[in-house]
């Protein structure tokens, strides 16, 4: 019915993705323009936390006047545009050196407080930022009531905020340096090895105020398909530390005859380490997933290969491992699925030591579905690659099951997603179900959809809470619909112990989160509108103050006036 009324009335189709971070009691931001185009680039994003939390970022009353940084209880001075941060060199308090370190949010290395004249180590109380040479050739740390650091730094604002609503400031000494600043020793913006103070306007710094809480994120860099690739970005995944993130895409030769798909691996500084490329195929250009564990050290890409015979592609999966001599080399034999149809690929995730991978396939046997849970053994310095969980559809069943798949982080526990799956009632709500990969058996029962098509289980993130023994999982129906309005979308968070058997039932977390708009057509305006497929892509995690963050994807957002 869509396809009839398109020729119709005039549509309301710029689509801009759209994420959201919500609390597990659902209340929602607007993130930091997290994906602008999930067809040409992606930002990351880096959440500072701290012990107090606000609702949203207030830029008002960001460093607006500088007495911010005697009030502050510890701040950040990064350099804008990087992941980098003053930190204290090598995490050691003897330590007299400075250094431009990656962020790490958890690090009082990198934490520092205020005076009025002086720059305090938060992780180091008696050491302040001082400055070592005659002429302020270096900076680095020492004694407090050292003779050299009895000097006075000040904070200017630079007066105008960035594009993502952050603050930039300058730091200068005007006792024993003139005025000079304090710079990171960037050349043509290429960071530094040695902190000084210099003349140089442009050396501005990120001031970034822990005292606001955790609800704050600032833009670190944006990555740009450098070609038309409507792939690009279609799976990210990034280490546990933020230092390294892959990102896939797609790319055709100079005709345009024949199309590969790549991950792009990006580390710390921002700077391109590895492309991994595909073998060619004719026509369509490859979807490619990847996932990583969590140091970064080891990464499974799933695509489509193609085989000897020109007339079948097969899908897989590669696993590769960073070596001695800082490159990438593949691990064991290919993880083979099946025809290009199965496209295992699309859904994969590692748990956070790399010893396990789990490879979701939805339309494996006519779209019955397969998921599979991998171990990974390098102990005898060869890989070996062997299933230790499988888990398949019903044969026609349709159930689509590895339409998403989702691992704990030991990689004990899976959930998994079936978009066509039959509920005690007959409809083909979808559904998500928990699995035990130590023992096979399913963790409390199946959670369903509440109506036919809702494609529940399209979406997918479990979290292990190990000490409590305790689950929960977000799971996402996109096409779900409020008063007739389809593909609206909606996430729910559900909770139960990890140790339930089958009888036990998923008790629901806070309330549910919808989309905003769901199919609309509007004959006064001549408009139709899809709907949001809120919930298209999901995460969950825990905070450190127990409570749970869940960030939502809804890529058909968009504000039609």
Known sequence: MKVTFLAL???????PPHTLFASAEGKLAPSSDSFESASNKVSLNSSIASKTTRNHFEP???????????????????????????????EDCDSSELSMVPLDTSSSFQ???????????????????????????SVGISEMGSVRNEVTFKFHDVGDLNDDETSRVTITNESVCGGKVLSDGSINDIIGSAITMRDNDNDTWLFINLSYGNDYFHRLVEYKSETS???YAASISMSNNGNFIAISGSESDTEGDTFRGFVKLYGSDNTLLYKFETESIDEVAPIVNV??????????????????????????????DLTEENKYGQI???????????????RLDMSEDGSRLIVGGRNHDNGSGRVRVYTIDTSTGEAVIKVLFQLAG???SEDHLGSSVSTSRTGKYVAIGGTGVVDSAGSRTGAVKVYNTNTNEIVGGAIYGTSASDATGFSVDLVEIEEAGVLYVAVASIFSGVEGHSDRGNVDIYTLSSDSDKNAAWKKVGKSLDGDRGATLDFEKGRYHIGDSFGFSLGLAKMKDDSLRVAVGSPFFFECS
């Open 394 to 396: 019903a044969a026609g």
């Open 9 to 15: 009335v005039s549509l309301c189709l710029h689509l």
């Open 332 to 346: 064991g034999d290919i993880i083979a699925a099946g025809i290009m149809g199965d496209l295992p690929g699309l």
């Open 60 to 90: 008002d009353k960001f460093i607006r006047s500088l007495g911010e940084a005697d009030a502050a209880d510890a701040f950040m001075l990064g350099r804008p545009g990087t992941s980098y941060i003053l930190g204290i060199v090598n």
């Open 291 to 320: 996932a990583m564990s969590g140091n970064g050290k080891r990464l499974a890409i799933g695509a489509v290969f193609p085989t000897g015979n020109s007339t079948v592609a097969v899908s897989g999966v590669k696993v590769y």
């Open 229 to 231: 690739d409507a792939n």
């Open 111 to 137: 934490m520092w407080k205020y005076d009025s004249t002086s720059i305090q180590s938060i992780a180091c109380p008696n050491k302040v930022i001082t400055i070592l040479g005659p002429s302020c050739e």
